[in-house]
Nanobody, 119 residues
């Protein structure tokens, strides 16, 4: 079992920046994918950014050019640098990890951290 703990959320003005951190309780090198999803009340959780254990990244169109995901396997950490934040980025952000085995896939989620973009 892997536990994921997010930190770094908060209130920021439009145009500002925040860095989210996700600490994993186990070695993330074995995780195929890690990433960040976000959810607004009443809406489905959506992908913000993911990164493979090979370093390949994927971003939602709405955050491309503004968000950067990074993975530090030595420290078992994943980060999301968010720049030029907009009010529509307001959401609970969840850290995510996936490990694909031969016969099943294991998905892990953090508890979430609130990001509010408002003046």
């Amino acid at each position: 079992q892997v536990q994921l703990v997010e930190s770094g959320g908060g209130l920021v003005q439009p145009g500002g920046s925040l860095t989210l951190s996700c600490a994993a309780s186990a070695n993330i090198f074995s995780m195929n994918d890690m990433g960040w999803y976000r959810q607004v009340p009443g809406k489905q959780r959506e992908l913000a950014a993911t990164i493979t254990n090979g370093g390949s990244t994927n971003y939602a169109d709405s955050v491309k050019g503004r968000f950067t995901i990074a993975r530090d396997s030595g420290r078992n950490m994943v980060y999301l640098q968010m720049n030029s934040l907009k009010p529509e980025d307001t959401a609970v952000y969840y850290c995510y990890a996936q490990k694909r085995l031969l016969v099943k896939t294991l998905d892990y989620w953090g508890q979430g951290t609130q990001v509010t973009v408002s003046s």
